[in-house]
T-cell receptor, first 111, second 113 residues
């Protein structure tokens, strides 16, 4: 069974700190992995998409990596800001239509 | 472009009542999805569609039906609502599964009493 896990469930850091969010998956037969941001009471906003043939993707202060052999992906946020406070979700796509989500990491960046 | 929109935003039902959730996208996407999000569990796929007139079951399809009569719309129906269907429902779409990112709607918060 394909399972996606995100640890920790919550993380609090001071403004300006660089941080890493972790995502692990049990089945390496993954088509791609997507990172999302979700603000309270809102929908999901796509941050980065990494194809199975790629190792990493970058967008601004965000960098996501993918290691299929170890079943891990990380989201690196540089120079964190209070506006980065949100829940971050990772999701692995299997069989072209079966996307499995982690439960998310709730990030708080304190001014 | 409005992207992915969902109607209604909130709804309260009594056990046994029926309702339909509407998802619309204006990006000419082929693939559309319905998910539910429950506390501490992440999103789970209910049903999906790979094109107009097609639907398929996801991870948790029981108690739900769907229809994709038009390419831009994907409807999720609850024929006889149960308290276990209290959740936040999200619709998503993508141009091509496996190649492009999924775009999500704002969600519908459903409470079944």
């Amino acid at each position: 069974k394909q399972e996606v896990t995100q640890i920790p469930a919550a993380l609090s850091v001071p403004e300006g700190e660089n941080l890493v969010l972790n995502c692990s998956f049990t089945d390496s037969a993954i088509y791609n992995l997507q990172w999302f941001r979700q603000d309270p009471g809102k929908g999901l906003t796509s941050l980065l998409l990494i194809q199975s043939s790629q190792r990493e993707q970058t967008s601004g202060r965000l960098n996501a990596s993918l290691d299929k052999s170890s079943g891990r992906s990380t989201l690196y946020i540089a120079a964190s800001q209070p506006g980065d406070s949100a829940t971050y979700l990772c999701a692995g796509l299997y069989n072209n239509n079966d996307m499995r989500f982690g439960a998310g990491t709730r990030l708080t960046v304190k001014p | 472009n409005a992207g992915v929109t969902q109607t209604p935003k909130f709804r309260v039902l009594k056990t046994g009542q029926s309702m339909t959730l509407l998802c619309a996208q204006d990006m000419n996407h082929e693939y559309m999805y319905w998910y539910r999000q429950d506390p501490g569990m992440g999103l789970r796929l209910i049903h999906y569609s790979v094109g107009e007139g097609t639907t398929a079951k996801g991870e948790v399809p029981d108690g739900y039906n769907v229809s994709r009569l038009k390419k831009q719309n994907f409807l999720l129906g609850l024929e006889s609502a149960a308290p276990s269907q209290t959740s936040v429902y999200f619709c998503a779409s993508t141009l091509q599964a496996g190649r492009y990112e999924q775009f999500f709607g704002p969600g519908t918060r459903l409470t079944v009493l």
